[in-house]
């Protein structure tokens, strides 16, 4: 089990930040689609639409700001996308027509992908030797916050009101807000000079853009549990419904307490590649065993979808160790807003695509398109070993090379309190 605080002061602090945002994520990631349906009462297919074109915007504002990070310090980039998302939050109360919502939704969104990729140097800086480590001990904090966040979330649900889902966005932008605050006790860090090179050095990355296309395959894998499951679930099995929030406590639970330790022994892009092909085999499995609860009594489809949770939960462990070792290994460590930034597009794709893609496969076609994404799953992760070799080959940086050598090697940048 990760031990519950960082050892540095600029890591606690991080994490903190992180905790209290990821508590506002939670809320309304459970909660979010339901204000603009209940209580603003816009048509659920228009609520649709604007999440998708805050989608687009999130793609196109990640790399820019994860490049003005790294030139003009990251740490007040990344305070003011916080401030950014509680006042778009915030301004959801007064979203009552369509394009309102679209307004809020995008500046959050854009806020929100900016955030990640400016957030990247940070984790860099001040993530120690290895600060894929970090970003694993991150993700564990992630996921109690959400969780945390969901519950009361579930309380808001469960009233059903107006002020109560009125009262849910408030808490989300003051969550938000708060976690912007904690940044004022993290040091700043001074950019690192940028070396000689196209400016825009990752979109013409062909290993690294080649990588991030792989990942954003398979990341589709988180929708599985939040989009496919849950329909497949009550459509196709005879399961008692109360199990769709078993297997997501379950899938939690384990990632707060294994995601560190998995990160460990994923140590280098090699291993990276290497968990790549674990997790796509893993998560074929997983989508075959869910395909073949379907008419099967109540308990072997228990059995069954209960065993695939567990096989896909450490897919998914090694899916996010793979991931955060090679975006953060192979990118130049004065470009690392900007790689991190490009790194963002797979994610942000296959939230854009990843539910449709699932629903047609695996609903409306039913059993054979579980196979069918797990195949994918599969070959993606075949297709990573190659991927990273052509990146250690090609990237930035020869291969071999770590980012603990170039982290010691680099200048150690000045820090100015507060």
Known sequence: MPALLPDSPPQRVLAASNFVYTLGSGLYLTAGVLYF??????????????????????????????????????????ATTLAVQALATAGFLWADSFWLFVL????????????????????RHYGGARPQAFRAYLRAVTNVG??????????VVQVGTVPAYRLLVVGNAVAFAASAVLLVRLPSVKPLAATAGPRWGALRDGPYLALTALDGVMTVQFRVLTVALPLWLVSATSAPHPLISVVVLLNTVTIVLFQVRAGRNVASPAAGGIAYRRAGVAF??????????????????????????VIHTIGELWHAAAGFEV?????????????????GLGAGLAEAVGPALLISLCITWGRPGWYVVGAMFALTGLAAPSAVRWAQRKGARPAGASPENEVAAAPVPSTVAG
């Open 37 to 78: 349906t209940q209580a603003v009462h816009l048509p659920a297919a228009r609520v649709g639409l604007g999440l998708g074109a805050a989608g687009i915007v999130a793609l196109a504002v990640g790399i820019a700001v994860g490049h003005l990070a790294d030139r003009r310090g990251a740490r007040g980039i990344y």
């Open 104 to 123: 809020a939704v995008g500046v959050a969104g854009g806020g929100k992908a900016a955030g990640s990729a400016s957030r990247s140097p940070l984790i």
């Open 146 to 155: 959400i969780s945390l966040g969901a519950l009361a979330a579930g309380w």
């Open 284 to 309: 074929l499995v997983s989508c075959s065993l869910i395909s073949l609860s379907a008419g099967t009594p109540a308990w072997a489809a228990v059995t069954l979808l209960v065993v695939a949770m």
């Open 327 to 343: 975006s953060y290994a192979l990118a130049p460590q004065h470009a690392t807003g900007q790689y991190l930034g490009v790194f």
